[in-house]
């Protein structure tokens, strides 16, 4: 078969890919958090103040570099004031959008914060709007990153906790078309104004605001926060009342049901592929949208939740959402940083749904054993485009594509970056049962070949279990091959892999 062929001009700098596009999302649900991350101090499971120290060395090994919390949904009924202080005292509440189950709130502001020190990476913390008041988040903001002797800081000192935290990023409300107040967009817009407004910069600690926006491909959603800047024609510099703007949107399939994570046919692959791919023109046109209010880019674009979702797994709590990963997964994780890469020039940040036990996750725990997940790999194998600079990619020939449904769904999917000397090119075939070769004539500097990695399996339905940790995992990959600025990869049927080259 002819190869697909690219050119890739290495000295053709875009922008750079935020390591934050690679952010994770760890919500009050299921075994997230409980039985997750956080088994308690008295866990026969090795933990460091409760945190389990496996999950944390593994995230660790994928330089996670932000985590949202509480929620999510979890977000809009949560309040914070109940998660500080001993935890014997601490009031309970019922969680009643994930399985209706008693939250006991030992895990809380400090315990997060520990958390995020303990894993290296920067708290992305959702703050109430939906059932809060302005006030109670104000007064977060305070606790979390005021010295002095403020009200605020002198509570979090009596909690044990001298000096103030660091905490960049704020998410203003979560939902609120829906599980976060069932809100029309124009009174949402004016909330979120208001809320932003006594949000405050304190001892040096800016905040990095992110207004909760659309569903999907709710445009007018975006449009309507977006309006809120005013009239840029005025010649004027309108006030920011945020910094980024988010969206939510899930792989799935056309017909909204969800199916089994391991057992699917065909015509469910390729319709979850169509649902995956859709992320791409999602991010251009809420883009679209953003660029007539805000040519110049100074407000960002955030996919704060994204990720398959299918059943759970039999036997287990329907709104835990405790579901398998397959390299399925892994696949629709790949071609969604591919679009993230391309978009870096508005994407500043993505969280995936979520980290541990939950839709897609990094990680699942049965008991005491920790399982790595075929999406935990591509995150691992990706690390090398964190603030990496885009290069310059171009098909010269068309890339093979299938058609199903009414669909045309691409079966090859790429993208490069630079950094410190070295440039990861990321391919993935989404073909699932014929291989190809793909053809890079590299330009504008010379290149040697470091290695490449690869993920695959026997086929689409493979996944990792307690007794199988490595069913899908990274291999060394011998099908890269590079000769007088010309780099040839032989990528068998549903795999995705990494190629490492060095600049001269």
């Known amino acids: 078969m002819k190869p697909i062929s690219a050119v890739m001009n290495v000295d053709l700098p875009g922008p750079t890919v935020s390591r934050h ?114 006030q109670e988040m104000a007064d977060w903001v305070e606790y979390l990153t005021r010295g002095g002797n403020a009200p605020m800081s002198r509570l979090r000192r009596e909690n044990g906790r001298d000096e103030p935290w660091k905490v960049k990023y704020w998410g203003i409300g979560n939902e609120t078309w829906g599980c976060g107040g069932n809100m029309r967009a124009e009174y949402s817009a004016d909330l979120i104004r208001q809320y932003s407004t006594y949000s405050r910069n304190h001892d040096g600690n800016v905040l990095f605001k992110i207004a909760s926006g659309a569903r999907d491909d709710d445009y007018s959603w975006t449009q309507a926060l977006m309006s809120t800047m005013g009239d840029l024609g005025c010649g004027c510099r309108p006030k920011k009342h945020f910094d980024a703007v988010s969206f939510h949107y899930y792989t799935g399939h056309s017909d909204r049901h969800k199916g089994s994570a391991t057992q699917f046919s065909a015509d469910d692959y ?8 859709r992320v791409d023109e999602l991010l251009t046109r809420h883009s679209n949208v953003m ?5 110049t880019g100074r407000i960002g674009l955030v996919l704060d939740e994204w990720g398959t979702w299918w059943d759970v797994e039999p036997g287990t709590n329907p709104r835990f959402l405790f579901q398998q990963n397959a390299l399925r997964d892994a696949l629709i ?10 978009h870096a020039n508005r994407l500043v940040m993505a969280n995936i749904a979520q980290t541990i036990n939950v839709l897609q996750a990094m990680i699942l725990t049965i008991d ?60 993935t075939n989404l073909d699932p049962d014929a291989g190809v070769t793909l053809s890079f004539q590299l330009r504008g500097g010379d290149v040697a ?29 011998d099908g890269a091959r590079l000769s007088d600025g010309l780099l040839e990869v032989s990528l068998p049927a549903h795999s995705f892999a990494t190629v490492s080259l060095t600049l001269a």
């Not at 390729?270 to 791919?277: G, K, N, P, R, Y």
């Not at 994780?333 to 391309?342: K, M, P, V």
């Not at 995150?379 to 009414?406: C, Q, R, S, Y």
Request: charged fraction near 20%.
């Open 270 to 277: 390729w319709d979850s592929l169509a649902s995956a791919w």
């Open 333 to 342: 994780a790949s071609l969604h940083f591919d679009a993230f890469h391309r």
């Open 21 to 134: 596009v690679y952010g994770h999302f760890a919500e009050h649900l299921g075994h997230c958090i409980y039985g997750g991350i956080f088994v308690g101090e008295d866990s026969p499971i090795p933990n460091v103040r409760g945190m389990r120290t496996d999950i944390v060395q593994a995230l660790k090994a994928i330089n996670i570099p932000n985590l949202r919390w509480p929620g999510g949904c979890f977000a809009d009924e949560y309040h914070w004031k109940d998660g500080i202080g001993p935890r014997d005292q601490r009031p309970s509440m019922v969680n009643t959008h994930w399985g209706n189950v008693v939250e006991d709130n030992s895990f809380g502001t400090h315990e997060f914060m520990d958390l995020c020190e303990q894993l290296g990476t920067e708290p992305y913390i959702s703050g109430n709007v939906g059932s809060g008041t302005v």
């Open 368 to 427: 005491d054993v920790m399982v790595k997940t075929p999406t935990y790999h591509v995150f691992e194998m990706n690390k090398g485009h964190h603030d990496a600079t885009l290069v310059d990619l171009a098909w010269t020939t068309d890339i093979p594509t299938h058609e199903w449904d009414g669909h045309t769904v691409p079966t090859v999917s790429a993208s490069a970056t630079t950094k410190d000397g070295r440039v990861l090119v990321s391919l």
């Open 449 to 477: 070949l470091e290695g490449a990695r690869i993920l695959t399996a026997d086929s689409l339905q493979s996944h990792n279990t307690a007794t199988a940790l490595d069913a899908v995992a990274p291999q060394d990959f």
């Open 291 to 295: 660029d007539v209010y805000d040519p």
